[in-house]
């Protein structure tokens, strides 16, 4: 790839967004972020898809099918590695990820309880 200034602009801004990142308390808000972005999202395609009622098995099939993809993600071997976890910190984004998941799913259950199923 040819080093352009738009790229060289881009790698900079990611460079400065990665070490943005190191700070403990900026991770951990973002990790809050992900959770509450994911029990919105839930709260919201539960909503949008029992108003339609012919579309709960398909996003029903959808939903499980992306948290065990995630689930496969987050806890595969690499990441649960101890001596990998010592060199290299897992990556924000596998955080997020997972805690976006942990909120819809937290989502989920909290619907099927007000709903009594």
Same mark, same amino acid.
């Given at each position: 790839? /040819? ?5 060289? !602009?881009?790698?900079?801004l990611g460079d400065q967004l990665s070490l943005w990142l190191i700070n403990p308390w ?14 919105? #999202? ?8 029992? /108003? =339609? ?8 099939v959808f939903l499980v099918a992306a948290s065990? #993809? ?26 997020? !990820? ?5 909120? =819809?799913?937290?989502? #989920? ?9």
């Amino acid at each position: 790839m /040819q080093r352009t200034r738009l790229t060289l !602009l881009l790698n900079d801004l990611g460079d400065q967004l990665s070490l943005w990142l190191i700070n403990p308390w900026r991770r951990i808000s973002l990790v809050v972020i992900s959770l509450l972005s994911g029990y919105f #999202f839930a709260i919201a395609i539960s909503a949008v898809s029992g /108003q =339609a009622g012919s579309q709960d098995i398909v996003v029903t099939v959808f939903l499980v099918a992306a948290s065990e #993809f995630i689930n496969w993600l987050v806890y595969s071997r690499p990441w649960r590695d101890p001596d990998l976890l010592k060199k290299v910190p897992k990556p924000l984004w596998i955080d997020c !990820l997972n805690s976006f998941k942990l909120g =819809a799913v937290y989502a #989920f259950a909290v619907e099927a309880f007000k709903l009594g199923s």
